[in-house]
């Protein structure tokens, strides 16, 4: 078993936790972590030294047979990376250009008598910086139901793609990452818009598709327990993006150049 630095795992129970982990090759799920250490306190804490420690260790949240578990990977290497601590300026500035109101939600203080919190936009786990661009001001329950649902993706990958600026390429990785497979389009959704809002994400999902590009994706829908239907979609052929492929997307919307493009495609 490795030492472990207690001022890296930043407190005993991260110290707990990490030791656990180790003990546990195929990984344990947060519900686990819990019984294990009575010091880790409730989810929200649980999942506060999880981010923590993930500065200064590789604690993936992966699946790992079937299921979805915390790994314990070894140390970082040449950790840079903030503190992540919101400093008291910064919340002021965040809060004073949120004016009240929730930023993800648009409830407010005055109507609605909620409560707002400045937090990361792109968790830290991610790659996000504790900078203004990357902090904005939501309400409890949005913090928590994003906290939530941005745990059900994958933080390596989702500090790999973070970096990614062509909206394109972003997609298009991550659905190669999961070629094959069926991804469900909220997860593309949030993928697309991670670094700024896209106003069609599905076009871009479209565009990957053109001759010009010339990627395979299926498109599926099924039915939810609750009686929803939702759309997914997979990855079946995958090539690599054209370093032009803005370009190339943009000649195909155009009909006339569309029309020669086919003819040197042979598809005319």
């Known amino acids: 078993m490795k030492t472990i630095d207690p001022a890296k795992a930043g407190s005993t129970a991260g110290v707990e936790i990490l030791k656990l982990l180790q003990m546990y090759p195929n990984g344990l799920n947060a519900g686990e972590i819990r019984a294990s250490v009575g010091t ?105 139901g994003k906290r939530d649902f941005f745990a059900s993706f994958n933080p390596r990958e989702m500090a790999e793609l973070v970096k990614i600026e062509s909206v394109h390429e972003r997609i298009a990785r991550f659905l190669k990452m999961h070629k094959d497979e069926w991804v469900d389009s909220h997860y593309i959704e949030d993928i697309a818009n991670v670094r700024e809002r896209q106003d069609d994400w599905q076009k871009r999902l479209r565009e990957l598709r053109y001759p010009v590009v010339g990627m395979d994706i299926e498109t599926g829908r099924y039915k939810t327990p609750e009686g929803f239907i939702r759309s997914r979609y997979k990855l079946t052929k995958w090539v690599d993006l054209p370093p032009n492929h803005q370009k190339l997307i943009r000649d195909w919307d155009d009909k006339k150049k569309r029309l020669l493009i086919k003819q040197q495609l042979g598809l005319a």
């Open 40 to 144: 880790v306190g409730d989810q929200e804490q649980l999942m506060r030294r999880l981010r923590h420690v993930r500065k200064y260790y590789h604690v993936p949240y992966e699946k790992v047979d079937d299921r979805w578990v915390y790994v314990f990977r070894g140390e970082k290497q040449n950790v840079t990376t903030d503190s992540g601590i919101i400093t008291g300026k910064q919340r002021a500035r965040i809060l004073n250009l949120a004016k009240g109101r929730c930023q993800m939600c648009g409830r407010t203080v005055d109507e609605d008598s909620i409560k707002l919190q400045v937090d990361h936009r792109v968790p830290q786990t991610w790659g996000g910086l504790t900078v203004d661009e990357n902090l904005w001001a939501i309400c409890v329950q949005c913090n928590h």
